[in-house]
Structures are given as C-alpha cells and as structure tokens.
Nanobody, 124 residues
Framework: QLQLVESGGGLVQPGGSLRLSCAAS????????IGWFRQAPGKEREGVSC???????HYVDSVKGRFTISRDNNKNTVYLQMNSLKPEDTYVYYC??????????????????WGQGTQVTVSS
C-alpha cells in the first residue's frame, strides 16, 4: 500500500528552523519526483519545492536560499529543511509523489498521492 507520512512540523519563532520529513512506504520514492506543498485554510495548495528522480532540486522564489529539499534513499525519505522562517511561512505542509516523470512540477494536479500534512506555525 502506497503511503506518505509527513512529520516535523510545529511551532517556531521567526528566524527559527524546522526540518520536515516525508517517509514513503509501498514504493521507492527515488524513482519519482517528490514535491512539497503548503496550504492555508480556504486557499489553494501551492508548490514550494520538488526533487526529481535524477536528484534535481527546484524551489519557488519565496523560499529560495531558505529552504533545502533533500532525499535519503536508504531511509526512503525526503526532507525539507526550512531556515530563517517567517510568519508568512505558516501553513499546513504536504508532500506528494508524481508519476509524470517531469523534472520540475509545482502544480497540485501533477501529483498523484499525498500525505496527511503537518502544521508549521511561525510566531513569537
């Protein structure tokens, strides 16, 4: 059974850091593009970062230089290291897997399976 489980969210002060994890089971995530998205209540889900099967990494402008996506093939897990967090980074964060085989994808419709999400709150 294919499953994605996010963890690592929480409450952090502005300027702080968090590392989100996306653990996969039922498939080998290094064969696919894995994306991180975030969503506020009543808003559309927006792409933040993705890592392709070849290891290429991509980011939206708002997080470039602050967020880093990485993958541990041995643990079948993708991470999102988030530094210099801002209050506007407060969202529920989701990871997702795409079977389309494209290098860079930031649209929710391009992804097939999703995790349950983890809340990130940046506040003093």
């Amino acid at each position: 059974q294919l499953q994605l489980v996010e963890s690592g969210g929480g409450l952090v002060q502005p300027g702080g850091s968090l590392r989100l994890s996306c653990a996969a089971s039922g498939f080998t995530l290094s064969y696919y593009t894995i994306g991180w998205f975030r969503q506020a209540p009543g808003k559309e889900r927006e792409g933040v970062s993705c890592i392709s099967s070849s290891g290429g990494t991509h980011y939206v402008d708002s997080v470039k230089g602050r967020f880093t996506i990485s993958r541990d093939n041995n643990k079948n897990t993708v991470y999102l290291q988030m530094n210099s967090l801002k209050p506007e980074d407060t969202y529920v964060y989701y990871c997702a897997v795409s079977s389309l085989g494209r290098e860079s994808m930031f649209e929710a419709w391009e992804y097939d399976y999703w995790g349950q999400g983890t809340q990130v709150t940046v506040s003093s």
